[in-house]
């Protein structure tokens, strides 16, 4: 069973900046895609951004130019940079693992942006 960890949530003011980071368990991390994800109060989830393991990135419209994933093949670490951070990004922000079609999922962490 693959298990993922983010750490890197809190509270932010508007404007600030955080880095999100998700490990998973095991040395499948160059074979999987990765993908920063957030459910907000009341929403669905929604993908934030994701990365092949080619390292193309994908991104939703919201946070172009101001997210930015990224990978540390040697580390074993997916991040999400966010920068310009709005009310709006207040959510729980979820790892994803895709794995030859398998979805693994991480707990989450919390991000509050106040104003």
């Known amino acids: 069973q693959v298990q993922l960890v983010e750490s890197g949530g809190g509270l932010v003011q508007v404007g600030g900046s955080l880095r999100l980071s998700c490990v998973p368990s095991?040395?499948?991390?160059?074979?999987?895609?990765m993908g920063w994800y957030r459910q907000a109060p009341g929403k669905q989830r929604e993908l934030v951004a994701d990365?092949?393991?080619?390292?193309?990135?994908n991104y939703a419209d919201s946070v172009k130019d101001r997210f930015t994933i990224s990978k540390d093949n040697a580390k074993n670490t997916v991040y999400l940079q966010m920068n310009s951070l709005k009310p709006d990004d207040t959510a729980v922000y979820y790892c994803?693992?895709?794995?030859?079609?398998?979805?693994?999922w991480g707990k989450g962490t919390l991000v509050t942006v106040s104003s």
């Open positions: 994803k693992l895709d794995l030859v079609g398998m979805d693994y």
């Open positions: 095991g040395r499948i991390f160059s074979f999987a895609v």
């Open positions: 990365i092949t393991t080619g390292g193309k990135t």
